[in-house]
């Protein structure tokens, strides 16, 4: 947009007045009332040569939208209006898709005071993107260049283009129809034959109570709370920021205030719920000074995720094979699974082992059911170094012990029946490196501790066990490592468990490892958590890995992720 030139004020007018003074008025094509600027300026061809003539001229006021006055230049390219109010205007001269703009030009005594020609040139366009709270539809928006007739409808995406526009600066002036929208102005350049895009997003001044925007919920995996974050409401009467909370299957959103916040950071520390997953789904508005408050758009869902479920996936599985149903361990630095079952009058013990659970080495041993007539009931483990199996009846005949090192070869040996203890079938399995037993629900047991079978007293239950602790809760609640020796003897708290009394408790990468209703509990510093699969029934230790089987007949080898 070429801008007229206005220098030293009156003195130029002065002195094109003058200039004109004992000239008479030559109108091309005009009327008696039409005034045109023959001694100034004119307007011409692309070729800055030719003149345009007859080329539409339109006068609009400097920051105006409407046409005060038009008609056409004549055959020497001036232009020939209507007498033009004294004021400041700008002036667009058209002709067959060519266009030129004359910003502040200034009229006096009814004459435009154009000083210089000007050529015309291939029209542009001017486009852009407004922006208004997300809750408003921009198509309420129009868009005008100021000092033109020229305007545009916004889209409902926000996008607008202005058309027929030659090369200048123009001042954009954009207005909503929509309440609590003050009309906004951005200064723009267009070029000739291009198509100018704004630079930047046009933002609508908005004077209402403004939407929250930026909702975001991270779930802290040490609390299980939900940590809910905005961005600023851009308002200066801002009193605080009003919470909402549903939850993601809730059929209407809650209108019961859940909290208030002055920051834009906000805790929720009841969004955890034990050991369960919650999902939830947030809401923030605006509360003013004078009490009122402001609508709500868009929302953000957390899970909430307890600590004792947060690291359901801090380990990696590897399936390496099937499981025969039975009793895991290592024996001999190899994986082993112990199975029993009576064929006939027998007893038959299969044993598998393998390194790597792809080749099994299997063997067994068949144990009579029987002793005298009498039934023998039979304990399978292993611990030690070696598999066991133990012999009772209720003849007084003593205690069958065999064991093996692999399965292959066995060794037999007798007890005295004394050491057996009380407990019928209630009798469990204990096993380590270097010990092995077995445990009664009155404290009797059985323990083999350097080469040596012996009476003890131990806890009841017995969970686990390592060379040097028995796991256990005493009956109790909290979870304890007691001696080998001395069932009084306790050498650890563990605390309070968060769940049911666990089946299995196994040490682990120097912490805890706990199977409990069909599902791995990890023990680390933030207490005990969760892991997957479920549906997991026997546990063993592995060195720094895990073993286990689960109800769809696989073996599985479990490593932790720290």
């Given at each position: ?87 400041l205007y700008t002036v667009t001269v ?287 483990g292993a611990g030690a170094g070696k ?20 399965g292959r070869n066995w060794t037999t ?150």
């Open positions: 947009m070429k801008r007229g030139v206005w220098r030293n004020g009156l003195c130029v007018l002065v002195a094109l007045v003058l200039a004109s003074c004992g000239q008479p008025a030559r109108v091309a094509g005009g009327t008696s009332d039409e005034t045109h600027t023959e001694w100034a300026a004119r307007f011409l061809q692309p070729d800055g040569k030719s003149a345009a003539a007859n080329a539409v001229v339109q006068v609009v006021a400097h920051n105006g939208t409407t046409v005060v006055a038009s008609g056409r230049t004549d055959s020497l390219g001036h232009a020939v209006t209507a007498a033009i109010p004294d004021g058209s002709q067959n898709g060519q266009v030129v703009f004359v910003d502040s030009v200034p009229a006096s005594l009814g004459k435009l005071v154009l000083t210089s020609d000007d050529t015309l040139g291939p029209v542009g366009t001017l486009s852009g993107v407004v922006a208004m709270q997300p809750n408003h539809n921009p198509a309420t928006v129009t868009v005008n260049a100021l000092g033109t007739d020229i305007n545009a409808n916004v889209g409902s995406d926000g996008a607008f283009r202005l058309e027929g526009l030659g090369a200048g600066r123009f001042r954009l002036r954009f207005v909503s129809t929509l309440d609590h929208y003050t009309p906004t102005y951005v200064v723009a350049s267009a070029f000739n034959g291009a198509a100018a895009v704004l630079p930047d997003t046009v933002r609508m001044i908005y004077t209402g109570i403004p939407v929250v925007t930026g909702i975001a919920v991270k779930n802290d995996t040490l609390t299980g709370d939900q940590i809910l974050s905005w961005h600023p409401a851009a308002t200066k009467d801002l009193l605080d920021y009003i919470v909402y909370r549903d939850t993601v299957d809730a059929l209407s959103p809650s209108r019961k205030r859940y909290a208030t916040a002055s920051d834009t950071v906000w805790r929720d520390t009841a969004a955890s719920r034990g050991t369960r997953v919650a999902k939830w789904k947030y809401r923030v508005v605006v509360e003013t000074m004078t009490g009122d408050t402001g609508n709500w758009y868009g929302y953000a869902t957390g899970t909430s995720i307890p600590r004792a479920v947060s690291r359901l996936d801090a380990g990696t599985w590897s399936v390496v094979g099937r499981s025969s149903g039975g009793a895991l361990a290592e024996v001999g630095g190899v994986m082993t699974e112990m199975v029993s079952g009576t064929e006939g009058a027998n007893l038959v013990v299969g044993v598998r082992s393998s390194a790597d659970g792809l080749l099994w080495d299997s063997s067994g041993i068949s144990l009579p059911t029987k002793s005298t007539g009498q039934p023998l009931q039979w304990l399978v598999i066991w199996c133990l012999g009772h009846s209720s003849l007084g005949d003593g205690i069958d012990v065999r064991s093996s090192i692999d040996s007798t007890l005295a029946d004394s050491l057996w203890p009380a407990g019928g079938t209630s009798l469990s399995w204990i096993g380590s490196a270097s010990k092995a037993g077995l445990a009664g629900p009155d404290g009797s047991a059985l323990v083999l501790s350097g080469g040596v079978w012996a009476k003890a007293r131990l806890p009841s239950p017995v969970l686990g066990a390592n060379d040097s602790l028995l796991f256990t809760t005493g009956g109790g609640t909290h979870l304890l490592a007691v001696s080998w020796t001395n069932r009084s003897d306790i050498l650890q708290d563990f605390g309070v468990l968060p769940f049911a009394t666990p089946s299995q408790v196994e040490s682990f990468q120097g912490t805890l490892a706990a199977l409990v209703e069909g599902r791995l509990w990890i023990r680390d510093a933030a207490g005990w958590t969760l892991r997957r699969p479920a549906g997991l029934n026997r546990l063993a230790s592995l060195g720094d890995k895990l073993l286990a089987s689960d109800s769809t007949g696989q073996l599985r080898i479990y490593t932790e992720t720290r």
